[in-house]
């Protein structure tokens, strides 16, 4: 059991005392807990047990359950906890807006235990006779609610991606001999999935006594073609059958969205196949090159294919360095040496470290002080790490009337600005706007960071206008990040091919916390993919010489 179950473990626990009324001060040391053991930097299956009461934050009681997770892998006192809590209260532990005690008052006042009755109250306008609720909180909590619902039964793609694998790996075993292939959404790299699809070149009723044959397996629904199947309430699964010998044409035609395949067959020679035993063979037929599948969003794809402009698409071996990361100097888990030392171990030529300024309070920002205490460590391990270059960053919030954290003094002693909107989320595209189009028009913003603070089936972010802002980003020589953590993908790939042609840079970055998030690198790159996205217009595809030479050219057109 590794640090962050345990501490999620504690966390839970901690808030769930708090629902039950029970002892606060035994509630507050397991959040305490929970809090100080994420923070830790060994794993405490590798600590030995009477060093683990010695850790601060870990008292008598932590330490016993600490060690009866790590010994016996279960928590008896969580789980009486949860046997006592209705199901329905769990889940309004994941709505946004309603802590602990919020929920205590809902559940014994309105005797209140699912998230249907409590959207139903909202509607009736009935939290605002609670005390502790207005108008304002009841309607963010009704919105949370339906957010929520409308999204319960989708999944990140790198949620999903080892439980396809896995059963890429069965059909392969169940149907020896017939191909097989991811098709759908999760081919075409769609960061949000509601299906999970694969094509077997086997007859469908063979698919489907096979799969009601298999344990785990529950069957929903089928046509004529495909069956659906969901194994221990994970990610819904379609599987369609077909012939060996039309293969190719089913998983053509289950990849592509409808308004793709709709354009496709209009044109001459499409649509009189059916015997091609390739997709290289059905694309040309229609007198095209192939298209990724990524890229079978959208009719206008096809232009570009019979123009011969297809995109030669990002791959994550194109990307050189490592760009918005953070370190202990503020909230990453690993300490900037190790973060430097393990991006040069794993080829890329340089780290931008891009802590946290010092508004973000909760993040450990830097003041002043710290800054210059971290870039004098940045200047010693650059001498050691040779060629390898930490370049010096921070990740300045926009603050609400636009401006960056720190004055133009600070901000000047940086190699390069993320500019990020951090608080006060919650605004009308007019404020949004306002407050971006400052930031960007700011001299020392380099980077405008994941631009409309979005989190994948979490948080929608602010309405932002796409076009302005991409259009201010190229007056002002902005870089537009394309967060790559899998729950932002944002900038949305949708709005890339835009970028691309309006003469926009781009860059996948990471937001790396901890060494472990520079993988996430991969899931910007399927997203960069989708939108079309090329290295040579990526900023973190520079190489070290190139991106020196990039933002000395672009310090001396900004004067500073």
């Excluded at 931008?352 to 200047?379: C, E, K, M, T, W």
């Excluded at 940086?414 to 001299?443: Q, T």
């Amino acid at each position: 059991m590794d640090n962050y179950v345990i501490a999620d473990n504690f966390s839970l626990l901690a808030k769930l005392m708090d629902i039950h009324g029970d002892n606060p001060f035994k509630a507050k040391s397991f959040a305490n807990a929970a809090f100080q053991i994420e923070k830790l930097t060994v794993p405490l299956q590798e600590t030995p047990r009477d060093a683990i009461f010695r850790i601060k934050g870990i008292g008598e009681s932590t330490g016993k359950s600490v060690c009866e997770m790590l010994d016996t892998g279960a928590f008896p006192l969580l789980e009486e906890y949860l046997a006592k809590t209705p199901a329905g209260i769990l889940d309004m532990m994941r709505i946004k807006g309603i802590g602990p005690k919020k929920i205590a008052t809902i559940w014994k006042e309105l005797e209140v235990e699912t998230l249907g009755e409590l959207l139903y109250a909202c509607n009736e306008n009935r939290l605002t006779l609670l005390k502790g609720f207005g108008a304002k909180t009841q309607e963010s909590i009704r919105q949370s609610i339906e957010f929520f619902l409308s999204n319960r039964e989708r999944f990140l793609f790198a949620e999903v991606e080892p439980f396809a694998n896995e059963l890429l790996t069965l059909l392969g075993k169940s149907f020896p001999g017939s191909p097989v292939s991811p098709t759908g959404a999760y081919r075409r790299q769609q960061p949000v999935i509601d299906e999970l699809e694969f094509v077997v070149g086997t007859p469908i009723n063979q698919i489907s006594d096979t799969f009601h044959a298999l344990e785990g397996f529950e069957r929903l629904g089928n046509t004529d073609d495909s069956i659906l199947v969901q194994f221990r309430e994970q990610v819904k699964i379609r599987l369609f059958g077909t012939a060996p010998e039309h293969f190719a044409t089913k998983l053509f035609t289950t990849t592509g969205t409808d308004a793709f395949l709709t354009a496709f067959f209009a044109r001459e020679g499409a649509a009189n196949g059916g015997t091609e035993t390739t997709e290289t063979e059905i694309f040309t037929r229609a007198g095209l090159p192939v298209i990724a599948p990524a890229l079978r969003e959208t009719p206008d794809i096809l232009l570009k294919a019979a123009a011969g402009k297809l995109p030669e698409p990002i791959q994550a071996s194109d990307i050189k360095g490592i760009i918005h990361s953070h370190s202990q100097w503020s909230d990453g888990a690993s300490s900037l040496e190790d973060m430097a030392k393990a991006a040069r171990d794993k080829g890329f030529e340089y780290l931008v470290i891009s802590d946290h300024s010092r508004s973000a309070f909760y993040a450990n920002g830097l003041q002043p002080d710290r800054i210059l205490a971290q870039h004098a460590q940045i200047d010693e391990l650059n001498k050691q790490l040779a060629p390898f270059k930490i370049f010096k960053s921070i990740e300045a919030d926009i603050l609400n009337d636009g401006s960056l954290d720190y004055p133009d003094d600070i901000l000047r002693s940086f190699d390069l600005v993320i500019a990020s909107v951090h608080s006060n989320l919650k605004m009308p595209e007019e404020k949004a706007m306002a407050r971006l189009l400052a930031a960007i028009a700011n001299p020392y913003t380099t980077i405008l960071g994941h631009m409309t603070g979005r989190l994948l089936l979490s948080r929608n972010g602010y309405p932002v206008n796409h076009p302005a802002i991409i259009d201010a980003c190229v007056a002002n020589q902005v870089v537009i990040e394309l967060n790559a953590h899998p729950r932002r993908l944002d900038i949305d790939w949708e709005w890339i091919s835009l970028a691309i042609d309006k003469g926009a840079m781009l860059s996948i970055d990471p937001d790396a916390h901890t060494i472990e998030g520079f993988a996430d690198i991969r899931y910007g790159t399927l997203a960069a993919q989708k939108g079309g996205l090329t290295a040579d217009k990526n900023l973190s595809s520079f190489s070290l010489s190139e991106l020196e030479a990039w933002l000395a050219a672009r310090r001396q057109s900004k004067g500073i």
